[in-house]
């Protein structure tokens, strides 16, 4: 740990660069993996349950609270989806089945959702205003 930075590394290093760093020698593959565990067996209920989950919070003073996520989640049937929250304004619901705030999903078949929970097609788009599509050269 570097108290006057406060920084901390897990492996070994004493000069981390950031707030958290994962250090390893590179002698096994997957020295630096991360793993978000849930110890929950069984999904109880019809709806999806985060597995793992990264919030970024904010401070500001006028409205503290979390305003982007990225997070895995879980469905009754165990199939998984990655999914991606953002606000521009208020705070996102937190919770282990609230998916809200949610504007991007993909899912375990490879399927990509922007605007749906529930992409049907490799890449899903649904808006209810225009333009739904904007392609644009410099």
């Known amino acids: 740990y570097d108290e006057t930075n406060k920084r901390l590394s897990i492996g070994g290093n004493t ?3 950031g707030r958290l760093e994962l250090y390893a020698d590179n002698e096994a593959a997957l020295n630096n993996l991360l793993r978000f565990r849930d110890s929950d067996t069984v999904v109880t209920s019809l709806t999806e349950q985060f597995i793992g989950k990264i919030d970024f919070y904010s401070d500001e003073t006028s409205n503290p609270g979390v305003k982007a996520y990225i997070g895995a989640v879980q469905g009754a049937s165990a199939e998984t989806s990655i999914i991606f929250g953002a606000t521009h304004t208020g705070n996102l619901p937190i919770g282990p089945t609230n998916t809200g705030g949610e504007v991007m999903r993909i899912n375990y078949d490879g399927f990509v959702g ?5 992409p049907q097609a490799e ?9 739904l599509l904007l392609v644009e050269s410099i």
């Open 15 to 17: 000069s981390p660069v």
């Open 114 to 118: 922007i605007g749906t929970s529930d």
């Open 123 to 131: 890449l899903h788009i649904q808006k209810s205003t225009e333009p």
